[in-house]
């Protein structure tokens, strides 16, 4: 089947000479692996400065019944943010998504939702000037919505204590990394309604949320594991 989607590129592994593997993250189709054939001259049809990370590209594609590898015949990027590369703080919170998306998104369904809220957060953090450093942190809350697993907001006098298996607040206190404690829990509790785009936290307390967010993933998503880029947005984000 022959189908035009447009997609995030994930990664792109080269596979011989001309030839690449692309891992993309489509509109319609989910996640999909490609083979391309893509050169650096100029006249190349496909040139490899198109199969970047992170470019989102208008893709023509060859689907193969029962197969787990399709073919890209043709490719244009439509929004490279190159702004987002002049930047280290911006430049470092989208590796941190590009790592997280990489370990999150993993089946081949329609996400339409998905992905425009993906392509929001990176169209706002190339576009902003100021009040972009929490982003992080919302994009890991509205991701764990659109992938089915958020956090309730149930936090009330007597469930103060936050469960991370069951991903809502009761009575009972469980140790890290089970649960919170009493006022990490009141904090994360006030994070589950804030606008992130506003809301200023400390350097301890945003290190914190970025640990309990990871670690809530880490609950409920086979194999996410422990994550490189989160190391690099702490020390950016150092103050």
């Known amino acids: 089947m022959r189908i035009s989607e447009k997609a995030l590129v994930l990664q792109s592994i080269k596979h011989g000479d001309k030839k690449y593997i692309l891992k993309l993250f489509s509109q319609h189709h989910g996640m999909l692996t490609a083979a391309v054939n893509a050169g650096q001259s100029k006249t190349s049809k496909i040139r490899t400065s198109m199969l970047l990370h992170l470019n989102f590209v208008e893709a023509e594609l060859i689907l193969k019944e ?51 809220f993906i392509e929001g957060c990176f169209d706002f953090l190339n576009d902003a000037k100021e009040g972009y450093s929490n982003l992080h942190l919302y994009f890991l809350l509205e991701l764990s919505k659109h992938l089915g697993f958020e956090p309730q907001n149930n936090f009330t006098e007597t469930d103060v204590f936050f469960d991370v298996r069951e991903g809502r607040f009761n009575e009972i206190a469980m140790v890290w990394p089970f649960g919170l404690s009493k006022e990490e829990s009141a904090l994360f509790s006030e994070v589950l309604k804030c606008d992130f785009f506003v809301v200023r936290f400390s350097r301890d307390e945003k290190h914190l949320l970025l640990d309990v967010f990871l670690n809530y993933f880490a609950f409920h998503i086979p194999g996410f594991g422990i994550l490189k880029s989160p190391e690099v947005l702490k020390e950016v984000f150092n103050d």
């Not at 987002?84 to 911006?90: L, V």
């Not at 999150?104 to 425009?116: A, I, M, P, S, Y």
Request: no cysteine; aromatic share 6%.
């Open 66 to 116: 029962n197969k787990d590898i399709h073919l890209v015949t043709e490719l244009t990027v439509y929004k490279a943010h190159s702004d987002i590369h002049q930047h280290m703080a911006k430049l470092s919170l989208a590796q941190f998504m590009h790592e997280v998306m990489l370990k999150t998104l993993k089946d081949q369904h329609g996400h339409v939702e998905l992905f425009k």
